[in-house]
């Protein structure tokens, strides 16, 4: 198989990596135009810090694996195509996509051969070459295997500029029925808890980390899910969690299971912002009863229509958290509302609208110098 051929098929195989590409409300960002044909749904437009975008390279290093997954594609004992790049091969067609200006940057992903430390050093290896050889300072994102050893994590760390631990379910009990051969704490989390370990004690930047989730595959409540996400975000520095909406596989285990609603998948990135930039609780999120989140309302709308709709927020007075608990006004827009009132008190919707805040999903909710703002109701 030719270079080109494998990293069709092993690129293709990254559509269950959801990463840089995905944007902030969870669906894919579009892809980079002019792209040759043959390498149409490899690059992947990812939105950087600052809000860049870069054209990603996305790529198994191999897609034979020892281990069982019950929802995977690529389980152990399945028929399907498999592939695999060593490192020098893998890096130098990297190399050539991006001396095209193809590719910017590299997701490198893989199954796991051999056991995770050796999985994981052929990661480092493709990633030292690149850095090292062909001397490329451009964006890499590794992935961590499960089993990888510390210092094994250290060195991906210092070639890396993010780093990822697919968690996969909430605690032991869900990734056994996902997963029964991989072990949450031990081989997963714990991986979590060295990369911010780590992280604290490199000198100069450190690389980010993030995890991922397969949603709804072993009934899992978004609680569970959420309850783990905030742990991550305010003990391990988790710089974003990924969400998977659960799609079964012919030939899986798991194949007779009904694929899980992509608005579950959204409204959980909702939320997932709520924890992580907007100052709420797990406690504070609108769960129904079976500990999932409603799909017809956006969570943050939910709660302020129960908690807001009776006591406006005066824009022109209130803090910065006070302004996030608000829809419609985001960390930019309050940043910018709490500078623009410096300057004149704020008295009308087009004020906001100025200021690039959505004012029609605020009106319900806020109150402009001690009035509410006129505004065309629903008619329904």
């Known amino acids: 198989m030719d270079p080109v051929e494998k990293l069709r098929l092993l690129g293709l195989a990254t559509c269950y990596e959801p990463a840089e590409e995905v944007s902030a409300a969870g669906r894919p960002l579009s892809a980079p135009a002019g792209l040759p044909a043959d390498l149409s749904g490899l ?89 090292h050889r062909y001397g490329f300072r451009g964006y890499i994102h590794l992935k961590i295997m499960p089993g990888a050893e510390r210092d094994q994590v250290a060195a991906a760390m210092r070639l890396a500029n993010r780093v990822s631990v697919n968690l996969e379910a909430p605690n032991d009990r869900r990734l056994a029925a996902l997963a029964p051969h991989k072990q949450f704490t031990d081989e997963l989390l714990r991986r979590l808890r060295w990369i911010e370990e780590l992280r604290r004690e490199m000198p100069g930047p450190a690389p980010s980390s993030t995890t991922q989730f397969v949603v709804g595959a072993a009934g899992e409540s978004d609680l569970e899910l959420l309850h783990v996400t905030a742990f991550l975000y305010r003990h391990l520095g988790l710089a974003r969690a990924y969400f998977q909406a659960f799609r079964p596989v012919p030939g899986t285990p798991l194949e007779a299971r009904p694929p899980t609603p992509p608005q579950r998948e959204h409204r959980l990135y909702q939320a997932s912002f709520l924890l992580r930039d907007y100052g709420f609780s797990v406690e504070e999120l609108p769960f129904q009863p079976d500990g999932n989140l409603p799909l017809d309302t956006d969570p943050k709308l939910a709660w302020a229509r129960e908690h807001l709709a009776e006591t406006p927020v005066e824009v022109n007075r209130a803090g910065r958290e006070t302004l996030l608990r608000v829809p419609g006004i985001g960390p930019r827009g309050a940043d910018r509302l709490i500078a623009a009132r410096r300057r004149g008190r704020l008295r009308d919707l087009k004020d906001l609208r100025a200021l690039g805040i959505a004012a029609e999903r605020a009106a319900p909710f806020i109150l402009l110098d001690g009035r509410r703002p006129a505004r065309q109701l629903s008619l329904f």
């Open 43 to 131: 690059i992947h437009y990812a939105a950087m810090p600052g809000g860049k975008r870069i054209a990603l390279l996305k790529t198994l290093l191999t897609s034979a694996c020892e281990r069982d997954c019950f929802y995977c594609a690529f389980r152990a004992g399945r028929d399907c195509p498999r592939a695999t790049f060593t490192p020098d091969e893998l890096a130098r067609l990297f190399l050539q996509l991006h001396q095209r200006g193809i590719a910017e940057g590299l997701f490198l992903s893989s199954s796991i051969l051999g056991g995770g430390p050796h999985t994981q050093d052929r990661l480092i290896a493709t990633a030292e070459i690149l850095r």
